[in-house]
C-alpha cells in the first residue's frame, strides 16, 4: 500500500465518519489534490474502502467514503495499516480543521501543557 493511501485510511480512521474527498483534501494539506484522488480510486478498486453516500455541494453531490468494514476487521489492531508516524500531522489538521470552541481549544492546550511539563 502507498503512503499516500495510507495517509487518507489514517484521516477516515481519526475523523471516523464518511468525508467526500474535498475533506479528505482539506484534512491534509500536505498533499496535492491529485495525489489523493488517485490514492481513493486505489482504495476503492482494492476494496479497502467503500462509498458510504452522498452530500450535496453546492449544486453538485459527491460521494463519502468510509473504511470498508470487512478491511477494518481483518486488519484490527494492525498497526502497520495506519502507522502513527503521521499523527502529528492529522492532529493538526483536526484542530486547524474542526470548529472547536474556546473551551475545547483550552481543554487541549492544558493536555499539552501538562504533556510537556513531564518531560
Request: hydrophobic share 40%.
Amino acid at each position: 500500500m502507498k503512503n499516500s493511501e495510507i495517509k487518507i485510511l489514517n484521516v477516515l480512521k481519526i475523523y471516523n465518519r464518511p468525508m467526500c474527498a474535498m475533506e479528505i483534501v482539506s484534512a491534509l494539506p500536505d498533499m496535492k489534490e491529485i495525489t489523493i484522488r488517485k490514492g481513493i480510486q486505489s482504495l476503492l478498486k482494492d476494496d479497502v474502502i467503500c462509498v458510504s453516500g452522498k452530500v450535496q455541494n453546492t449544486k453538485n453531490y459527491a460521494r463519502t467514503f468510509i473504511i470498508n468494514p470487512q478491511y477494518e476487521q481483518a486488519h484490527a489492531g494492525d498497526d502497520a495499516a495506519l502507522p502513527h508516524t503521521n499523527i502529528f500531522h492529522f492532529a493538526c489538521a483536526l484542530v486547524e480543521n474542526t470548529s472547536l470552541s474556546d473551551e475545547e481549544l483550552l481543554v487541549l492546550q492544558k493536555i499539552i501543557d501538562e504533556r510537556i511539563q513531564k518531560k
